[in-house]
């Protein structure tokens, strides 16, 4: 027996080729978007390919893990590119689950039955900036060490929650070589582990739906998914390969100098760049709202925006354009423009 | 105050037999004041005066000048100590009115000038009285004070010199260590200037009057004024406090080297020590000045102005060429770190990790630190080997600065080949989706 027939036996793989073989991916003005999920996928693997070896020299203790990324920047071969590829794309990632969330919010592609896929989507969103969170302190350098600090002081914040939620982060009360293996166990195994999960029932249940089709836009022209919408996300995964490898060379990330617990914070201490709408924000809230403290209100405001976002499906089910569908567009413009507007001005702010 | 008298005591150089005569004259100006009555105020009083102190109590109400003395009595730490105003002034706290102050009661009243070291002296100069405030602090004080260009011109009945409180203040004395109180290090230059900076004062002494302004401009000014690091030198550091006198010629060195003993041991084993004492030259301030000494810099070192070896050496002769010599050494090492530091800078910038170069660069900035000690010893030989060894590291760092950047260029190299082939892929991709049906 031939190998072919021997697989087919094992694996039914027929069934997945001819599965792909009738996929199709419909072709519409933005189609660009359909896009934006691959590229996101691309970048998570580069991330778990590259954090794989990593983890090969990083030793994630206060005394060693500075010096070993530094070993790992300066010593082993290719070790540089390694790391820079892991940060640079960590940072790209970041921006295209956000791009591919916004794409997937104007084109509707949450509606019925997709409102499961938008949900673990948005899970996806919030265990991407939970790993960019818990790897800007690995390299345990001083502005990530002060940005640990001040991130957790915010989680502190919150209503009732906040202090054993913070305890709990930081594996104690305050940042420490407890809160770096706490941090590095949740980076390389919890949230890898959940994501797999999560992501795996995403992917799934975008085969099983298959690619949403906007509403009103006429008859729809569809691309297969194999050739054509694969050829073009692999040009696609390639160019963003290419920006990887060129800002890894000629920008590589990093390591800054080592943290130094005792050390007074250095000034104009700023979280990475994905949550410096939110810091910023928090900043300009007065320190009273309502009479409520208000770091926690706006923390609050923050908690209640993620379930919205989470909801969303819920919140706007119209099976056509309506009115709840225009003011969940428009809420979609003002909230991008709002993450975009306070980024810059967080960065321009003293 | 303990920190300070401790710090100013053990710059102090111990009194001689010239001092100790002094002492002994002083002694007898103690007795005749004893005889005049100051020392016969109230006893040392065991612990504080129990309330009410009528002093206070009476002259705060007085107004004027009367009640002046007691606006930040509370802050003395004289009255911390449990001390009342007749323990300087005689007179019995706890009676009401008038009598307080009655001479029969040992009242003496607002005291002299000259009275003031002896009546200080009651219990500044007896440590088994000193030891149950302050067991660190010195006993010595009056007896330096009589060694003192102050305390001698005292005795010889100058009463425009500087006493006690002139420089400790009064009503309230604080303790040294108050950065209120006028001998706190950071207060002691202006203290002293209070009489030093006034020309007109001076002039009867033939000193001038610059002496603040001159040290306010030096390194030591800046670091203490500027910087307030109370490491750096006031006025007493170097003069002495209570035995305030100009160091000699011979013991300028050695007041340097309360601070700089390593240019001193080389400057004393160098050939100056020997041409200098022969030409009475004040040692160091020959070089670096006195009160104005400036951050010392290698163009002082040459044959040429402004270098300050040119003052005495001709260019041509023995002293100029080896001062020449000396300084391309420290010159040479200075322009290899440079080319060094440059090139380590240009492979940091490019995203390398220069740590592994910086060290010996570092190293070479010890050596060049090192060379520029050793032209006090004023041996050729000598600034040339540490120069040396400075120029051997700058190479190394040069060398890994070099590789750095070598790994920049291949970096580079890869990623146009990376990007070449990405090129090619793309556009073998591109040319696929042309030849597939599309939508």
Redesign the interface.
Known sequence: MSLGPWLEERLRWRAADQFLRHKTVPVVRHGYVYYFGGVTLFLFLIQVVTGLLLLMYYRPTADAAHDSVRFIMARVQFGWLVRSVHSWAANLMVFWVFAHMFGAFFLRAYRRPRELTWVSGALLLFLTLAFGFTGYLLPWNTLAFFATKVGTEIVGSVPLVGEPLLVLLRGGEDVTEATLSRFFGIHVAILPAITTLVLGLHLFLIQLHGMSQPQGRGPARALPFVPGFVLRESMAWLLVLGALAALAVLFPWPVGEKADLLAPAPAGIKPEWYFVFMFHTLKLIPAHVLGLEGERVGIVAFMLAAVVLLAVPFLERGEQPTRAARIARALGVLAALYIVGMTIVGYLAP | MDTSLRRTSRRTSPPGPAAWALAAAAAGLLWLSQAAGVAAGPALPPQAVAPPDTCVECHRVLGGRLAEPTFKIADDIHVKRGFSCSACHGGDPRAPGLEAMDPKRGFVGKLKPAQLPSLCGRCHSRPEVMRRFNPAIPTDEVARFFTSVHGRRLMQGDLRVATCTSCHGVHPILAASDSRSPVFPANVPTTCARCHADATAMKPYGIPATQLADYQASVHGEALLKRGSKQAPACNDCHGNHGAVPPGVDSVANVCAQCHTSPRDLFVRSPHRAVFEAAGLPQCTVCHGNHRILRPSDEMVGASAPAVCARCHAEGSKGGIAAKAIRTALDDLKASMAAAAEIVARAEDA???M??AKLPLSDAQTQLILARNLVHSLSLREVRSAATEGAGLSRKATDLGRAGLAEIAF??R??VL??AV??V??AG??L??RA????
């Not at chain 2, 597939?436 to 939508?439: A, H, I, S």
């Open positions: 995203g390398m990790d740590a592994d970096r580079r890869g990623l990376a990007l990405i090129a892929l793309l991709l591109y696929k989706t597939t049906p599309g939508p």
